[in-house]
């Protein structure tokens, strides 16, 4: 069933209304921090309400990250190191049909490595075929393709002009209804995919109510400086959190590049939501109220390159925040409603509260500090917020690098000094929401190509 936010609202009656609630819940959260501080119970509040998050937190660190509850309680495979299927003992009939779908805008840099790797997968020739879209590119993409099209018989170029709409979703959209495949599989443009990743996707989708697959994401420049060393970090703190969270709760999230979707799944949800400026969390939280179940691959990684710059870092995180905090006020009503059922919907408002109340309180909580000369009412709940983050870090590092746990915690400080950016850009980024509605538009990020060749 396809999920409408506000049935035939207009792109800007959509931003006007997020507009409003994300003010109403500005209003209500900085109230709330007001009350806290001039209540003689507020730190006992805050406190308790700290020992309840490490209660759940505990519950998801202890957790086996080997497989994931469905919600009939039947086990099945959430991360992988699971047996790749074999191309040399089955009949190629029995393989799953998967289109592989590319948006791509101004890519000329790197669209036709791109190309060449996935044409040139382990994987039954006639089972599988690659679709780009060429959104309204005004560089020379459009004409790399058409090129490479004579050279590779499974690429399918499709181009958008400049009257489309709907970004990178509409271009998504574009394509999927005339490929063929039983799975769909979205990789950005800068993508470095390994040529047996399918072999490894396939068989977790054997458990009907899999939805979609994210396969975890490396960054390819890691070493170039401070901004992509921290984003290597941050890789292995999702990564961790990805493996335990869906092995506890069922939910996984998805993360655009190297994400796998089954068709029947997508068609459920109607197709890739263009009213959204992150495609892949509002896909995310679509399947899960639909009763579907994302899983994780851990190995083998689809590549990306990091951006380089802070100035980068800020523009793409500041997309990120709002798509991310955009979910909870399209879909709150169904949340509340506990469509998700219980265990995903305690586990997703326990993030809300780590991820974005956090940082939404932070500036009114140290205000409201000076102001009272008084601590910080949530510190508490920050403090044990930066706890969990650095700790997450530290085992994601652990698992990825193959080191031992002590080398990841050192290693964890620089890191967790980094994902301190979180807090300024989720203040700044609800802050402008409340303030001023966003103009829906595609937003992406430079790939020059660099790290592909070097």
């Known amino acids: ?271 890739w939501n263009e009213m959204t400026i992150t495609d892949d969390l509002d896909l995310t939280v679509q399947l899960h109220l639909n009763q579907w179940n994302i899983g994780f691959l851990t190995t083998p990684t689809v590549g990306e390159e990091g951006v380089t710059s802070s100035i980068a870092l800020w523009h793409q995180r500041n997309r990120w925040a709002e798509g991310g905090y955009q979910r909870y006020l399209d879909y709150w009503r169904l949340l509340l409603r506990n469509r998700l059922g219980w265990n995903k919907s305690i586990d997703m408002f326990m993030y809300w509260m780590l991820q974005y109340m956090l940082p939404i309180v932070a500036l009114p909580d140290l205000i409201f500090a000076i102001a009272l000369r008084q601590p910080p009412v949530f510190a508490p709940l920050t403090t044990f917020a930066v706890g969990v983050s650095y700790w997450g870090m530290a085992m994601g590092i652990c698992r990825t690098q193959k080191i031992s746990l002590l080398l990841a915690m050192v290693q964890a400080v620089k890191g967790t000094l980094y994902m301190t950016h979180w807090i300024v850009v989720m203040a700044f980024a609800t802050t402008r929401m409340a303030v001023r509605p966003k103009r829906l538009k595609w937003v992406k990020t430079i790939h020059d190509g660099e790290a592909a060749s070097a």
């Not at 309840?52 to 309680?73: D, E, F, G, H, Q």
């Not at 899999?210 to 994401?217: E, F, L, P, S």
Request: hydrophobic share 45%.
């Open 1 to 271: 069933m396809a999920i409408e936010m506000v049935p035939n609202a207009s792109p800007d009656d959509l931003s006007e209304g997020r507009r409003l609630k994300a003010l109403a819940a500005l209003v209500v959260l900085w109230g709330i921090t007001w009350m806290l501080h001039v209540s003689p119970w507020g730190m006992v509040i805050v406190g308790g309400v700290t020992a309840l998050v490490a209660l759940y937190m505990v519950r998801i660190a202890i957790a086996n990250p080997t497989y994931a509850i469905s919600p009939n309680k039947a086990s099945l495979p959430a991360t992988a190191e699971t047996a790749p299927l074999d191309t040399a003992t089955l009949n190629p009939a029995d393989f799953p049909r998967v289109s592989l779908l590319v948006a791509a805008k101004n890519e000329a840099a790197v669209i036709a490595n791109l190309v060449d790797s996935l044409c040139s997968l382990d994987y039954p020739e006639d089972r599988y075929e690659l679709w780009v879209i060429d959104d309204n590119s005004d560089d020379d993409t459009g004409s790399i393709l058409d090129r490479l099209t004579q050279n590779y018989p499974k690429l399918k170029v499709l181009h958008r002009g400049p009257e489309a709409t709907g970004g990178k979703s509409g271009a998504l959209n574009l394509a999927w209804p005339r490929a063929t495949g039983d799975l769909l599989a979205v990789f950005d443009a800068d993508a470095q995919v390994p040529a047996n990743l399918l072999r490894h996707v396939v068989p977790l989708f054997a458990n009907d109510r899999t939805g979609a697959i994210q396969v975890r994401k490396s960054i390819v420049n890691s070493e170039t400086n401070f901004w992509t060393q921290g984003q290597a970090a941050e890789m292995a703190l999702d990564r961790y959190y990805q493996e335990q969270r869906a092995s506890r709760c069922g939910i996984g999230e998805l993360r655009g590049n190297g994400q796998f979707v089954r068709r029947t799944a997508i068609a459920q949800c109607g197709g």
